[in-house]
Nanobody
């Protein structure tokens, strides 16, 4: 069974930066796709950024070049720059054995990101 643990969230001011980390355990995630999702107040969970096992990346439009996703075999990272209050929410790590898709299978419990104005 895959377990994902997120860390790196916290309180940051407008324009600040955070780096989120996700560590997977249980099995090797080398062939898995990994992604970051978020749930902001009043909205459904949405994709922030994804990265395939081949290191192809995809970003949500609202990222606008501010965020960068990267990964290792069992880790995923989300570098978030120029944060604004709309980025406040719980950020979740996702891993999918398909390798080229995300949004299914394994989820972490999330890490809270709060951006103050």
């Amino acid at each position: 069974q895959v377990q994902l643990v997120e860390s790196g969230g916290g309180l940051v001011q407008l324009g600040g930066s955070l780096r989120l980390s996700c560590v997977g355990s249980g099995i090797s995630l080398r062939t898995y796709a990994m992604a970051w999702y978020r749930q902001t107040p009043g909205k459904q969970r949405e994709l922030v950024a994804g990265i395939t096992s081949g290191r192809t990346t995809k970003y949500a439009d609202f990222v606008k070049g501010r965020f960068t996703i990267s990964r290792g075999d069992n880790t995923a990272y989300l570098q978030m720059n120029n944060l604004n209050p709309d980025d406040t929410g719980v950020y979740y790590c996702n891993a999918d054995p398909d390798g080229s898709r995300w949004g299914y299978y394994f989820w972490g419990l999330g890490t809270q990101v709060t951006v103050s104005s």
